[in-house]
């Protein structure tokens, strides 16, 4: 009796475990940037022209010059008039302006002798609300800070408070549901020379600040509801008195 019971439990235990799926888990603590004014594609433009200087002066391309190229959605596909977001607009112009600063050519025109550099941008949006903590040991830091604050001068503590609200304050950030990934090429000759792509957290209600224009038109229909010309309550009373009689009849 006792082996059919472990028997038993062996086989029940089995088929549990025929079904099971990996268990899901949280990626380690990471840190990503946010997007909120127009200095930080400013900032944008700035790292992504170093990095297309670096890589011209590392592969001897010194007097070729680069074309920055607008393109909406698609790699060989520009935008079209009054069709290009504001902020692929605004970073044609900040990436040209770092590019001439840097010394780097920049032709007006593209041609076969010219290096297209082009960047697409894509919006991603996460319907979930997702999760997300504060650093590791922040809580335990601004604990331990308070528990010092204790005996020392009201001076100091000023100062190491405002200290321990910066630290906060450079922590918290809220959750959203809207990301963008910028993609930067370099191109020659049908190849790809250089490839970047840097992932940021936007405002919500920035969103359309990247979309395309004509994804950000309003397509809502609206539902008209026609409704009949209606009878007089005598006329009801009357149809009323019809339909009686001929079910009398």
């Known amino acids: 009796m006792q082996k059919a019971f472990i028997y038993l439990a062996v086989l029940t235990l089995c088929a549990s475990c025929k079904g099971r799926i990996p268990e899901p888990i949280n990626h380690e603590y990471s840190t990503q940037r946010k997007i909120e004014a127009a200095h930080h594609w400013d900032v944008l433009a700035y790292d992504v022209a170093n990095r297309i200087n670096q890589h011209l002066l590392s592969h001897d391309y010194l007097e070729t010059p680069v074309y920055v190229?607008?393109?909406?959605?698609?790699?060989?596909?520009?935008?079209?008039?009054?069709e290009t977001s504001s902020f692929n607009e605004a970073f044609r112009?900040?990436?040209?302006?770092?590019?001439?600063?840097?010394?780097?050519?920049?032709?007006?025109n593209g041609s076969d002798e010219t290096i297209t550099v082009h960047y697409k941008v894509q919006l991603v949006y996460h319907r979930a609300k997702r999760l997300r903590t504060i650093n590791p040991g922040l809580i335990?830091?601004?604990?331990?800070?308070?528990?010092v604050l204790r005996n020392i001068p009201s001076e100091v503590v000023t100062v190491a408070a405002a200290g321990l609200v910066d630290?906060?304050?450079?922590?918290?950030?809220?959750?959203?549901?809207?990301?963008?990934?910028?993609?930067?090429?370099?191109?020659?000759?049908?190849r790809y020379l250089h490839r970047t792509s840097d992932i940021y957290y936007i405002n919500d209600v920035d969103s359309y600040q990247y979309q395309?224009?004509?994804?950000?038109?309003?397509?809502?229909?609206?539902?008209?509801?026609?409704?009949?010309?209606?009878?007089?309550?005598?006329?009801?009373?009357t149809s009323t008195a019809k339909q009686t009689n001929k079910t009398k009849n």
């Open 93 to 108: 112009d900040l990436l040209i302006t770092e590019l001439v600063n840097i010394g780097v050519p920049v032709a007006q």
């Open 212 to 237: 395309e224009r004509n994804q950000t038109q309003d397509t809502t229909t609206a539902t008209i509801k026609f409704i009949g010309p209606q009878k007089h309550p005598q006329d009801r009373e």
């Open 69 to 82: 190229k607008q393109t909406c959605g698609d790699e060989d596909r520009p935008c079209g008039p009054h």
């Open 167 to 190: 630290l906060a304050n450079q922590n918290l950030t809220l959750g959203q549901h809207f990301e963008v990934l910028i993609t930067t090429s370099m191109i020659a000759d049908g």
């Open 140 to 147: 335990t830091s601004l604990t331990t800070g308070i528990m």
